[in-house]
């Protein structure tokens, strides 16, 4: 898990510079992700559109509350009933990871000092009754004063019930599906950190992870060895590999054990749950010659994976780096392959730059047709299908070492940034690059990295040049490693945002 460590250490340290040892947590303090708002009927959740609670878990709080009612005396159970019950009901708040970090967590929302203080002298006696450590703390408190300080959150902006005026900064969550630009608009809220979960069970070398959408929530990793393992939603591994290339690739015969080599990447075909065909990028030595091939298994019987093999793309690297890096499917069905500049220091051979050589690349083909004697079709939109001084499959170029890419799945709401890929360049010597990679772009590489110049000769002469949307220097990380937007409503002040890491050895 070594390398999972140390890229996790820098998504949180240098990316989104954040603070690492900032305590974080789910933003629902049930532990539930946010979900579109259901009819709730014994708590309200007001005009938000998500919140934390399910009509399950609903209910669950109704039953709460109707133990409590029926334990106090009647008195303060009359007092105190609606207190009580929008304070229980404030789990289902999106921000009530925030709220409930006081220290009776889970059994009362930290309270804003002039809430508390009300509601202290109204309903003092009610506190012993909520819980062990509610009791706790009220017995040990000389005062109310002392009581509501030990009550506050640590941020006192998430304090019930001011907490509710904050939800409109949420991110990527206004009603009214604000089209501010993406990248900036969203606010963020509170300490900005991560709680990352280690998975159980080892993974050696993990390359990369994709949803099995079958339903069942199981992850497939991706181990450099040859190897893609199921992780369950419970977090656990499953021991028989799912698929296993480990003998037909020989990883171990190599001199040198760098990450070209090996099972980098893999995709699902967006059909894969009726057709099981997978898209693997292996190296193997093949006649004492290091190969590089993306091929086509199908995982729908027990048959050996490499009997079922339709080599697509076979490559032989110039040199030994930076070759074929990453691949998925993109919204169009398309398969986008991207490939560095095979090779060594700088690029000597230009290949980059030349539209004709696959290296350097990033490649866009249809699996699912046959163009002439290829192994897939081109497809019809391709950006360079009339321009002889290009291959036909090329989709952008200019790039040395894209170590990761992926597309925008879009805005959950409003469906804006969809379709966008992100594609970072791992830079020489000196800056890393992120790009969006656009039909047709040029991405600068051998003439810039980053902004600047490499070859003095052609950087400023370059056709169809685009460039990177953020570039950093080697002060601040070495290695770029791509990642994706996050989409997912877990997590709301990383809603939009693209998170990536940078990895080097020290
Ligand atoms: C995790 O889930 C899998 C598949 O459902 C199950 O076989 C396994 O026993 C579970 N493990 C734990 C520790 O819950």
């Keep these: 898990m070594a390398l999972f460590r140390l890229l996790i250490i820098f998504v ?26 259901a009819s709730l009927k014994f708590c309200s959740l007001g005009n938000q559109d998500y919140g934390c609670c399910t009509e399950e878990y609903e209910s669950t709080i109704k039953e709460k509350f109707d133990d409590l009612m029926a334990k106090i005396p009647e008195n303060l159970a009359e007092a105190c009933s609606s207190n009580l019950k929008e304070m229980l009901c404030h789990i289902c708040h999106p921000l009530s990871g925030h709220s409930f970090e006081s220290v009776v967590k889970l059994e009362l929302p930290g309270m804003c000092p002039n809430y508390c203080q009300e509601f202290f002298q109204k309903c003092e006696t009610l506190i012993q009754y909520l819980g062990k450590k509610s009791k706790k703390t009220y017995l040990l408190s000389k ?15 998430y304090c019930y019930p001011d907490v509710k005026s904050n939800i409109d900064v949420m991110p990527g ?42 339903g069942s929530g199981r992850l497939l990793v991706a181990e450099l060895a040859g190897i893609l393992s199921i992780f369950h939603a419970n977090g656990t591994k499953e021991k028989k590999p799912y698929f296993d290339i480990v003998d037909y690739i020989n990883r171990k015969d190599y001199e040198d054990q760098h990450t070209s080599f090996g099972l980098p990447s893999f995709a699902l075909h967006p059909n894969f749950n009726a057709n099981g065909k997978l898209y693997v990028i292996y190296a193997k030595l093949i006649h004492g010659k290091l190969t590089h091939r993306v091929s086509e298994f199908i995982m729908t019987s027990d048959v050996q994976p490499e009997k079922t093999e339709r080599i697509l793309l076979e490559l032989e690297p110039p040199y030994k780096w930076h070759n074929l890096d990453d691949l998925f499917f993109g919204d169009d069905g398309y398969l986008y392959i991207f490939n560095g500049d095979g090779g060594i220091q700088g690029d000597p051979d230009k290949l980059a730059q030349n539209g004709k050589s696959f290296f350097g690349k990033a490649l866009r083909i249809d699996v699912d047709t046959r163009s002439g004697s290829k192994e897939y079709g081109i497809p019809p939109d391709n950006p360079f299908v ?37 594609c970072v360049d791992v830079g020489f010597n000196k800056y890393e690059e992120i790009n969006i990679v656009k039909k047709g772009g040029n991405y600068g590489w051998n003439g810039k990295e980053g902004f600047s110049c490499f070859d003095s000769k ?25 990642g994706e937007v996050y989409r997912g409503n877990c997590i709301p002040h990383l809603q939009g945002k693209y998170l990536f890491a940078d990895y080097y050895f020290k």
């Design 173 to 214: 969550m206004s009603s009214n599906g604000n089209e501010n630009n993406m990248a900036t608009s969203h606010v963020s809220l509170g300490p900005e950190c991560v709680c990352f979960k280690q998975m159980q069970g080892e993974s050696i070398l993990p390359m990369k992870i994709q949803e099995l959408k079958d």
């Design 143 to 157: 005062n109310s004063k002392d009581f509501c300080k030990k009550m506050e959150t640590k941020d006192i902006s």
């Design 386 to 422: 009339n321009d002889d001084s290009m291959a036909p499959e090329v989709f952008a170029y200019g790039l040395r070492n894209p170590w990761r890419c992926s597309e925008d799945s879009g805005d959950i709401i409003t469906g804006k940034g969809k379709s966008r890929i992100f």
């Design 458 to 482: 052609i950087c400023n002469k370059m056709e169809h040049e685009e460039f990177p949307i953020f570039a950093y220097n080697h002060m601040k990380g070495k290695s770029v490693i791509g």
């Design 12 to 37: 949180i340290s240098i990316v989104l510079e954040l603070y690492m040892f900032c305590e974080g947590h789910e933003m629902c303090a049930n532990g539930l992700p946010l979900v579109k708002k």
